[in-house]
């Protein structure tokens, strides 16, 4: 070292020792911007699920009577189709009502069952018909201008799902055509204030409760004959006057009636209104099902 040279201080004032401490201290919570945050904490709920519920309608058939005086085709058929069954104390077929061979005289009696499964719902009715005489079926050996439903008596009762049973309509074929065309409500519980939102007789798998009975509804028909005239008829547990008028005698040989059985069921949850969506082409809202049932008839009277 040159003696000459003169000694470097390094000196560190305590304001600049200060201010360098600082300067490290920014630097060190800098960099832990990273590590350092507020008190927390949280939980999850995962797995939330919403599944549509089910809805449908089941509708049987049965023909319970086929009444041609014990020698008409028709009730033979339907005799051996009961006694074809496995049960022998059966007293009614599944399947559709074929009339081949009607005449005064002869009854009828036919019931489904609308069954609404898995959630409560309205259950309405509709009928369509078409038909025509015998003269327009090529008969022509006799003047027959006469349709059916203008004589054949029709008495509609309704067993609801308390067991009750109740006489719901009564007058010609064509009258009952045409009073439920538009569709009509089937009551579930009937009486004086008549509720129609049915239980359901299904239940979906798992879930509790009772399941209810369906509603029965029955249709009778009988065509009057010559020897009714001026006493009465009971069709369906109603009595009906005979009048000449209502014996169709060679009016209705050959005629024929076809007609179409629509049963729609639609929630009742939400549903204030039921089946005002039906109206024009529109779908009709919330959960609907249906089912349709073709039932030929087709008519031959004897002289």
Known sequence: MDSNQQPISIGLSRRKML?????????????????????????????????????????????YEV???????????????????????????????????AKPGDSYK?????????????VQITLASEESTGN?????????????????LAVVTLEDQNGDTEMVFEGTLGELVAEFSEGGLIHAIGGE?????????????????DEADPVEVCVYLYLPSHADVGGTVEVGGEEFDIEPDDSPGNAVQGASFEADVRFEAEQCRHNDDPFSGDEGD????GNVDDEEVEDDEEVEVDE
């Open 282 to 285: 529109e779908e009709p809202e």
């Open 110 to 122: 036919i019931c489904w069952d609308p069954c609404v499964k898995y959630n409560p719902g309205y």
């Open 19 to 63: 201010l360098g401490l600082g300067a490290v201290g920014v630097a060190s919570a800098g960099a832990g911007l990273g590590t350092t945050a507020f008190f927390s904490d949280e939980e999850s709920f995962e797995g939330n699920t919403i599944t549509a519920g089910q809805f449908e309608l089941d509708v049987t058939q049965m023909i």
């Open 67 to 101: 009444d041609q005086d014990g020698i008409g085709p028709d009730q033979l058929t339907f005799e051996q189709a009961l006694a074809d069954l496995d049960d022998s104390a059966a007293e009614s077929v599944e399947g559709m009502l074929e009339i081949t061979d």
């Open 193 to 209: 204030e008549p509720e129609y939102c049915h239980a359901p007789c299904e239940l979906m798998e798992g879930v509790e409760g």
């Open 136 to 152: 327009d079926n090529g008969v022509t050996h006799v003047t027959s201008e006469g349709l059916l439903s203008e004589y054949m």
